[in-house]
């Protein structure tokens, strides 16, 4: 049996009166789990709570493996075409359109996989939304400056590779 009583004070001063007048009408009932709303509502929170604050503290160590993982796959695909770049550059291809190559191509595959994700975002909200405290899954600003720090790293790899090809 559950018994919510009001108060307009201090809701722990009135626990041991509280349980007198109880135990005045009935000496055999067990008061085992008194507690405030307050403390209630700490325990219904606590769990979601936990979990949030666990997917926020592996959030960034997910976006820096995306970056890594980004950077690697733009450098070794430049990398690879080393000899058609060659090749370009010897039948007349200027530095600007090699460089414009290379950064469409670049582009193409990271607007790609950012389109992906934000589908797999929209598709799996609802999955995440429940282990989620007092955040959407789909929130726009974190989206916006996911999706720019993906693409910064993406630029930075391809002007890595442009600073250090001739």
Do not use: H
Request: proline share 5%.
């Amino acid at each position: 049996m559950s018994l919510f009583v009001p108060t307009n004070g201090d809701p722990n001063a009135l626990m041991n009166p509280l349980r007198e007048k109880l135990w005045g009408l009935d000496n055999e009932v067990t008061l085992a789990n008194m507690k405030t709303m307050d403390e209630r509502l700490s325990e219904l929170q606590s769990q979601p709570r936990f979990r949030t604050i666990l997917l926020s503290a592996f959030a960034p160590l997910a976006l820096m493996l995306t970056a890594l993982g980004i950077y690697g796959v733009l450098t070794q695909s430049v990398a690879f075409r080393t000899r058609e770049i060659g090749v370009r550059m010897a039948l007349g291809a200027t530095r600007e359109s090699v460089f414009q190559m290379i950064l469409v191509d670049a582009l193409r595959t990271v607007l790609m996989g950012l389109g992906l994700g934000f589908a797999a975002t929209v598709f799996l909200a609802r999955t995440v939304a429940g282990l989620l405290y007092n955040v959407s899954p789909a929130n726009p600003p974190t989206l916006a400056g996911i999706s720019a720090i993906v693409l910064c790293v993406a630029m930075l790899a391809i002007f890595q590779y442009a600073e250090l090809r001739p």
